[in-house]
DNA sequence: CTACAAAGTTAGGGTTACTTAACTTATTTG
DNA sequence: CAAATAAGTTAAGTAACCCTAACTTTGTAG
């Protein structure tokens, strides 16, 4: 049986291979999840029991090719439901990550189907990341580059957050940011690796912690 | 703390009490629910605990006034999710309660909210069920009969359907029997309570079972 | 009014998922 | 490379919710 707490698990492991890439430690799930490492160890063992995840004791964690089906079969629920949120009900960005987090455990295939369908079947989700399909298939991401490391002097603009938290969210919009807003690197600062950018002629500094959460492609070199 | 659990005894407690009247049997709840008796005593000294509901042990259960205001909290998230999903999303009548059902429990105040201005805040759902206002207020119901209970020859219109399975609801639509169609009563058959009506210029013969179901208001004597 | 059936409750036990505390393994650093 | 620290695991216990089986109460039919 795969209960909701499971999926949380799952998703939490695809999630934080999906940049870190390879094995996942039980810490960061804990952390992720808010749980006990106690909680993780434990959990490892029974996913792994049924075949959703490769667990080597000590050794870290990833998704069999079960579990990533799975995963892929929760985000497209979470990102259905946020797209679905600010489209037609009209929530704000920073609002629809906990609202979708509540309604995914609880949303048969049938329906999302049917969100999916009254949406037009969309490919990217509000944050910028793209929805998997009925089948599993992640649509073609465009190259992107972290703001992060960006090239002083060129234009790009926005195509992902990597982040969902109301906070950064709020912040952004803002700062009048949204996907697609063109943002041209004037700066870096090596002593903190802070970015200056300007976004719709006003001047704006981003730490590090927040270039890296922002994956921009290039408009012009 | 209220769980999901509890949400629904608490809900099966108000559903089952707003026709019987009165107090409600712990075995008509663990019917409803498909749990045990023991789970719902167990269950019922709980939510006696905690306020909700009047229990006397072997004498039946009754909500308390913050019981019922829950349960109308409950039933304004259901009873809105479901004209949602056949106004929005354009699932039929036999399929939005048990999506419905799922998508309850999660949904915040807020995004209820959310749904019922989306709406234009409407006062009765997809079975003529009056929707509990934010204030917890109930639309007041026009003037209903059992159609198990109406006048030979008159005509009625279809108000309201105190059932919820997919199979009825299936069966209903396949008559071409919605909300507001209208029925005239052709004859009773007192053998087995049954009754013939004509709908759309058909002739209709339900049971007594399903004429119960059936709540009509009079158009013509 | 007794006795029997139906309804309701209690006792004991199982599952899932979590906790803290104690312990083990792995990694880093002087 | 030894010792300290970080990460990971196991053990024992808790809370919610459910079950079956045994028992008690209630209501009713003879």
């Not at 906990?98 to 989700?125: N, S, V």
């Not at 649509?139 to 603009?157: D, N, R």
Request: net charge positive.
């Amino acid at each position: 049986m795969v209960t909701i707490p499971k999926e949380d698990y799952i998703k939490a492991v695809f999630t934080i291979s999906f940049n870190g890439n390879g094995k996942v430690s039980t810490k960061d799930i804990s952390e992720k999840l808010e749980v006990s490492n106690a909680a993780t160890s434990e959990m490892a063992r029974k996913l792994s029991l049924q075949g959703l995840i490769n667990y080597e004791k000590y050794k870290g964690i990833s998704l069999t090719a079960k579990g990533e089906k799975l995963a892929l079969k929760i985000l497209r629920r979470h990102r259905l439901w946020e797209l679905f949120l600010i489209q037609i009900l009209g929530l704000s960005w920073s609002e629809v990550h906990d609202q979708a987090e509540r309604l995914e455990h609880h949303t048969t295939e049938f329906l999302i189907d049917k969100i999916d369908e009254h949406l037009g079947f969309p490919e990217f989700d509000p944050h910028g990341h793209p929805i998997p399909r009925k089948n599993g298939q992640l649509p073609k991401q465009p190259e992107v580059t972290a703001l992060s490391e960006a090239k002083i002097g060129s234009s790009y603009k926005l195509v992902c957050v990597k982040d969902e938290s109301k906070e950064l969210m709020d912040y952004l919009t803002s700062i009048g940011l949204q996907l697609h807003t063109e943002i041209r690197l004037i700066n870096k600062l090596s002593f903190d690796d802070s970015v200056f950018v300007q976004i719709n002629k006003k001047q704006i500094s981003f730490s590090k912690k927040i270039a890296d959460k922002l994956s921009v492609s290039v408009i012009k070199n």
